[in-house]
Nanobody, 116 residues
């Protein structure tokens, strides 16, 4: 059974940093796209950052210049470095992967709380 597992969430003060990690447990696979999504209380899930084979990445405007996504799509591993965190970054962060065959996987999420 393939699962994505996230690590690195927690409580941090405004202006602080966190690094999220995501890796696959069970059978490994090569991914076409990996991404981080987040969902704040009462809001829809939004894509924060994604990285595709070849290293192409993109970010939602609200995190540009503060967050950096990196990883190894061949090993289905992805990281999210979050700097200059703001209270509005508080959310459950989810790891996402889509395989070369178009199969999608989601992690169960890790909570990031930024205090003011």
């Amino acid at each position: 059974q393939v699962q994505l597992v996230e690590y690195g969430g927690g409580l941090v003060q405004s202006g602080g940093s966190l690094r999220l990690s995501c890796s696959v447990s069970g059978r490994t696979f090569s991914s076409n796209t990996m991404a981080w999504y987040r969902q704040a209380p009462g809001k829809q899930r939004e894509r924060v950052a994604s990285i595709r084979s070849g290293g192409f990445s993109d970010y939602v405007d609200s995190v540009k210049g503060r967050f950096t996504i990196s990883g190894d799509n061949a090993k289905a591993t992805v990281f999210l470095r979050m700097n200059s965190l703001k209270p509005e970054d508080t959310a459950v962060y989810y790891c996402y992967a889509r395989t070369l065959r178009g199969i999608e996987y989601w992690g169960k999420g890790t909570l990031v709380t930024v205090s003011s």
